[in-house]
Every structure is written in structure tokens, then in C-alpha cells.
């Protein structure tokens, strides 16, 4: 089991940058696969980034082009998102997301195989 708690949203420029983190509970959580979707209003959560267990393998969704980056600390049971170049297509709510597929090797890249999600933070790009 797995709590996952996720702070950094909120209102920003087009343009600006943001960082989001995401803090687990749980001895074993190092050994899960995390990563970020998001979820706009009236459309279905999507995957953005996902990164395995040793943060050695990173996956993002192509229609990102390099604007995010996902990192994690395992000492601190940490995943981040850094986020770039915001646009206003890019408000949502954010949501940290962890599972053990594949042995923590990789993140679904579906919202419906992922079994544990924070509570979401919210951000607004505005233009």
C-alpha cells in the first residue's frame, strides 16, 4: 500500500514554469513505478510522464515535446514534475500516480490499469 500526496499547483502565467512534487508513504514505495497524469475538465485523465522505480527509465506522452520532465528521490520517496513553457491548454487537475507493474518498472500509461492516485492539485494556466 502506498499514499501518494501531491503539492506545487496553482495559478501561473502562460509562458511560466512550475514544479510539482509528490511525496509517498510506505517502507516499499521506492520499489513502485511514478509518475503524473492530468485530468481537464469534461476530459478523460491522460498520461504525461512516468518513471521506473530506480529513476532510471523515463517515459512521457508524445505530445509533451520535451516540455516536462520527471524526476524522483527516492530517499525522500519524492517524484517531481517540472514543468515548462506553460500554456493555458495546459490547466488541469495534476495527479501523482504509483503502481508495481512490471515490478516498478514501468507506469501504466492508462488511467484504469493504475492502482494508487493522490488527491490531485490543481493547475491554471492563465494567458
Known amino acids: 500500500q502506498v499514499q501518494l500526496i501531491e503539492s506545487g499547483g496553482g495559478l501561473v502565467q502562460a509562458g511560466d514554469s512550475l514544479r510539482l512534487s509528490c511525496t509517498a508513504s510506505g517502507r516499499t514505495s521506492y520499489t513502485y513505478a511514478m509518475g503524473w497524469f492530468r485530468q481537464a475538465p469534461g476530459k478523460e485523465r491522460e498520461f504525461l510522464a512516468g518513471?521506473?522505480?530506480?529513476?532510471?527509465?523515463?517515459e512521457y506522452a508524445d505530445f509533451l515535446k520535451g516540455r516536462f520532465t520527471v524526476s524522483r528521490d527516492n530517499a525522500k520517496r519524492a517524484v517531481y514534475l517540472q514543468m515548462t513553457s506553460l500554456r493555458p491548454d495546459d490547466t488541469a487537475v495534476y495527479y501523482c500516480?504509483?503502481?508495481?507493474?512490471?515490478?516498478?518498472?514501468?507506469?501504466?500509461?492508462?488511467?484504469?490499469?493504475?492502482?494508487?492516485w493522490g488527491q490531485g492539485t490543481q493547475v491554471t494556466v492563465s494567458s
Open positions: 500516480a504509483a503502481d508495481k507493474a512490471a515490478w516498478g518498472d514501468r507506469l501504466p500509461t492508462v488511467y484504469y490499469l493504475v492502482n494508487y
Open positions: 518513471i521506473n522505480w530506480s529513476g532510471e527509465n523515463k
